[in-house]
């Protein structure tokens, strides 16, 4: 499992977002968490602006499919996408994880609802 660290621009944007990452079953959950500030540098200019994180919950396997649909969706010509796997998660959630963003190949024949 990772824990995914991306932020936007609006607590509308990182919603919108992660629904729909969610309906695609890329990820099992997001907790969003406005009132980030960020300060960075970029095309030469220091910024200091106001920020909503995400952290999105997918398992190992999924990321790759997670990175290039979240670079598709991500409003941010250079989006923040940094995957951290936890040291230690209970192994209950963990599973949740898995089950709720199924590969294609393991999705077929599952139609059971998922927790959401």
Same mark, same amino acid.
């Given at each position: 499992? #990772? @824990?995914?660290?991306?932020?936007?621009? $609006?607590?509308?944007?990182? $919603?919108?977002?992660?629904?729909?990452?969610?309906?695609? %079953?890329?990820?099992?959950? &997001?907790?969003?968490? !406005?009132?980030?500030?960020?300060? #960075?540098?970029?095309? =030469?200019? +220091?910024?200091?602006?106001?920020?909503?994180? &995400?952290? @999105?919950?997918?398992?190992?396997?999924?990321? !790759?499919?997670?990175?290039?649909? @979240? %670079?598709?969706?991500?409003? #941010?010509?250079? !989006?923040?996408? +940094?995957?951290? /796997?936890?040291?230690?998660? @209970?192994?209950?959630? +963990?599973?949740? +994880? %898995?089950?709720?963003?199924? $590969? /294609?190949?393991?999705? %077929?024949?599952?139609? =059971?609802? $998922?927790?959401?």
């Amino acid at each position: 499992m #990772y @824990l995914v660290f991306s932020t936007f621009p $609006t607590e509308e944007k990182a $919603t919108e977002i992660s629904r729909q990452l969610v309906a695609e %079953r890329l990820i099992a959950c &997001a907790s969003i968490l !406005p009132g980030v500030r960020s300060v #960075y540098r970029w095309e =030469g200019a +220091v910024h200091n602006e106001s920020e909503v994180l &995400a952290i @999105l919950k997918c398992p190992s396997r999924g990321f !790759p499919a997670l990175q290039k649909r @979240l %670079r598709e969706l991500h409003p #941010y010509d250079l !989006p923040e996408i +940094v995957a951290v /796997k936890p040291g230690a998660a @209970l192994p209950d959630y +963990v599973a949740w +994880v %898995r089950e709720s963003c199924p $590969t /294609k190949s393991s999705a %077929r024949g599952s139609r =059971g609802a $998922t927790q959401a």
